[in-house]
């Protein structure tokens, strides 16, 4: 499951560091620009490596793609504006603007490699188990409704504590904050989390169906289909969804993460069904990439069950 993990992250490497060439912060620079292209074109080796090997090789070529991301900027003068990076707050010394992700993908990759040394790799594939502390709680609560509490939520020290092991803690913090509902033990959140998916997908089939009846996209029966395929695909999202609440309850976590990991599968495939179109702009991209956050959450809340 840790490997699926990885893999997943690697993904999402790839679309921050697309980001990140074109934030302005960075695009003025062609040197840092050729370093994020260096950075996404090892993300994609790595993929290639965690399905190509066996576990342990599959892993240790993965880190090495990692470093080597990193180490495409540590040549440039003055690679990060301000000598800071955006995605280290904690070291103004860092050098590539993707040091946190990899030290993340890298923590990843050296827990799995603990694994292997001490067990068995079927073991690993088959029964891989939960710390209690993770145990079921009662009767799940309703979605509670968007009420935002930035500030009690960014001075929780627990909350903080866990958003600080996330991708982007930033973001962790204020995805918590639109639904903070007073409890701040990691299965409440990620229970709360994953409410929030479900409702928000709930309201993407709604605004797919409205998009399909708007002049601005009416008029094109490829982006009316299109969009029939992304109801589609959230109606699938919800099931996976639903599945991952039932799964929690049992705090089967190796299913909650795989159900999660399907469920943003299906909102990528959603924009994916815009490729083709004159622009490839998916009318769906931002709720999409609200969906994916909230999931990549979840996953990292669910890895620190580990």
Known sequence: MLTKALNERT???ITTATKMAADPKYSHDPTIVLGHNGCRRQYDDALDA????????????????????????????????????????????????????????TDIGDTILDIVDTIDINDILNNISIPPAYAPTTALAPVPAPSPQPSTVASNPQIRSYCHKTFEPDLCLTSIAQFFNG????????????????????????????????????????????????????GDALKALKQAMDNIQVYDIDTVEDLVINA???????????????????P???????????????????DMTY
């Open 11 to 13: 993904k999402r490497a």
């Open 50 to 105: 965690l399905t190509s090997h066996g576990c342990d090789s599959m892993v240790i070529a993965a880190k090495d793609h990692y470093f080597i991301c990193d180490s495409g900027f540590q040549m440039q003068p003055d690679p990060i504006p301000d000598g800071v990076s955006p995605m280290e707050d904690e070291d103004p010394d860092t050098i590539s603007p993707l040091a946190k992700i990899n030290d993340k993908l």
């Open 183 to 234: 409890e701040t033990d990691l299965q409440s959140l990620t229970v709360m989390l994953i409410k929030a998916m479900t409702e928000r997908t709930k309201r993407a089939i709604t605004a797919a169906t409205e998009k399909a009846a708007d002049p601005m996209y009416s008029h094109d029966p490829r982006i009316v289909s299109a969009l029939k395929a992304c109801r589609e695909l959230y």
């Open 264 to 282: 943003e599968d299906d909102y990528d495939k959603c924009d994916s069904g815009f490729a083709m179109q004159p622009d490839g702009v998916s």
């Open 284 to 302: 769906m991209a931002d709720i999409n990439e609200e969906l994916q956050n909230f999931g990549g959450i979840v996953l990292d809340f669910a």
